[in-house]
């Protein structure tokens, strides 16, 4: 079995670092993830048995190459893909024990997640895309559109709010997602290359927002990410390679 990417440095060198470390409280804890595609000898193996845990007020990037398995364990640790076998802990509750209508609950009330690929719907306008996750959560229209035009002023597109995800770039489409996600104010925010379709610049002040105005104590982000443009924010960062965590360092902001 790989050993678990779970350990705080070795070493304690004061006292502040000390009650870090018994205060830290988990968000998430996997055990022995694994998950395959294909069957036969076309079968690939995405996810090998990996073990992590990540504590609220961290910021940890996944790093590694194309192909490593990144984004099929983002999915797996935030309850939108099913694994062959192993564990996912979030506050305590096996996700994937859960009922689909509380998984469902799960996903709406405790994780924000962007992928690469948006998921926006292109009827709707730029505003209503990130309005979804309050109207699913029982605000009112109005309510809800107030508070996603907010958030579109942060990522820079409060002009771009009544127009339809087709007449945005692909960094502006990106830009939405991460503003739909963050609306919600959740406990567990993913990222899955956050920052590919964004210039320097506008790529480190979105992550920089999220870092800043989210995370928390009470909140944990976990970012997929080559971009070594943002690397000084992140608390840790966990290397992965062929679809297992082979190491961990710290990141800049340590």
Known sequence: MTPAVTDAPATVTNTAEAKTARTKTTAIKATGLTKSFGQGEAKTTAVKDVNLEMWFGE??????????GKTTLLSLLSGVLRPDAGTVDVEGTDIWHLSEDKLADFRLNKVGFVFQDYHLFP?????????????????????????????????????????????LSGGEQQRVAIARAIVGQPDILILDEPTASLDG???????????????NEKRCILIVTHDSRITELATRILKMEDGRLTGWEKGGDQ
């Open 59 to 68: 910021m940890v990037y996944i790093v590694g190459p194309s192909g490593s």
């Open 201 to 215: 610049d506008t790529g480190h002040a979105i992550v920089s927002f999220v870092k800043k105005n989210i995370l």
């Open 123 to 167: 009827r709707l306008t730029t505003a209503e895309n990130v309005a979804i996750p309050l109207i699913l959560r029982r605000k009112s229209w109005n309510e809800a559109l107030v508070e996603a035009k907010k958030y579109l002023d942060i990522v820079g597109l409060a002009s771009r709010a009544d127009l339809p995800p087709v007449k």
